[in-house]
């Protein structure tokens, strides 16, 4: 199972199952992830930057290609 750092919050681990968002893995052990819109894509406040293990996350849905596209988030 995918292991998330998160490194802002002096390295916590938090399991990430499969299909599990990253929002729900945190949620889930408790971490307050600020997300204003309720994980809807309509605001980026639950935005990361991932450091490394890109290759585990599933395809960009459709609200985080339409971010990509408008230059609000890299990769
Ligand atoms: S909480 Fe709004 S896009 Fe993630």
Redesign the pocket.
Known sequence: MPLLIVLNLSGAQVEVAPGQSL?AALQGVGIDW??????????????IELAAGLDNLAPLTA?EER?RAAGRMSA
Not at 34 to 47: D, L, P, S, Y
């Open positions: 929002l600020m997300h204003a819109c309720g994980a809807k894509g309509r605001c980026t406040t639950c935005r609200a971010y």
